[in-house]
């Protein structure tokens, strides 16, 4: 199976599952988006009220600032994988509870094995307490760690420096740093980097001034 045809399954399975309680209250699930072969996946806490509405991750105002963010990192939604801890929303957007993390996680666990990204970037401290524990957000931000096969950086969640504009000028700047940290990524592990066939872009005809004639 490809992995476009292992996400997919996953998409479908997440669709219809039952596993935890967070599937009475859900509306649409939100399993994640993104190229198969993405160099680098995000991981969010988990579905609000458009994620539920619209299926797909970070398209409420959290979406619109990642997609700033992303800027930063001169990257676009087209290049990077996007997913959450919890593919349902939690009612009220209250924290996942341990036993919802943990029944959701074989699925966010087949992502990451199907994308194999070079980089795994957490966003916010519930999806941070996946690869790390006992620290604190702010103590680590923007520090990249090897974890098993990759990388992973933990950074602030958008939607805390939407709340505490303190925190925006910190998160844009771990931001910035990921195209050096990608090719550092790629360099420890041995790996190309994933070049996209990106489209031409056909120059409009310039129009020729007319030539002036001297009399
Ligand atoms: N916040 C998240 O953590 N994930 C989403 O998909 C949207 C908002
Ligand atoms: Fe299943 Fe995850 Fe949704 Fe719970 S949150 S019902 S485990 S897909």
Do not use: W
Not at 105 to 124: F, K, M, R
């Amino acid at each position: 199976m490809t992995a476009e045809e292992t996400l997919s399954r996953l998409a479908d399975e997440i669709s219809v599952c039952t596993k935890c309680a967070l599937h009475e209250s859900r509306k649409k699930s939100v399993p994640g988006d993104g190229p198969a072969d993405a160099e680098i996946m995000f991981i969010g806490e988990g579905p609000g009220f458009h994620e539920n509405e619209q299926g797909h991750p970070f398209v409420g105002a959290s979406g619109k600032f990642l997609d700033q963010l992303l800027a930063q990192a001169e990257v676009t939604r087209a290049d990077v994988f996007i997913a959450n801890v919890v593919k349902c929303r939690p009612p009220g957007n209250r924290d996942p509870q341990p036993d919802e993390l943990e029944a959701c996680d074989q699925y966010l666990e087949a992502q990451i094995e199907a994308i194999n990204p070079s980089i795994i970037v957490t966003l916010g401290r519930i999806s941070m307490g996946k690869f790390f524990s006992g620290v604190k957000i702010s103590a680590v931000h923007g520090q990249m760690q090897k974890v098993g096969e990759r990388f992973v950086i933990p950074m602030f969640h958008p939607a805390a420096a939407l709340h505490q504009s303190a925190l925006k000028p910190t998160i844009l700047a771990d931001f910035a740093k990921l195209p050096e940290l990608l090719q550092a990524a790629r360099t420890a592990l041995g790996r190309p980097a994933v070049v996209k066939e990106r489209k031409k872009v056909v120059e409009a005809p310039v129009n020729k001034p007319k030539q002036l004639s001297l009399f």
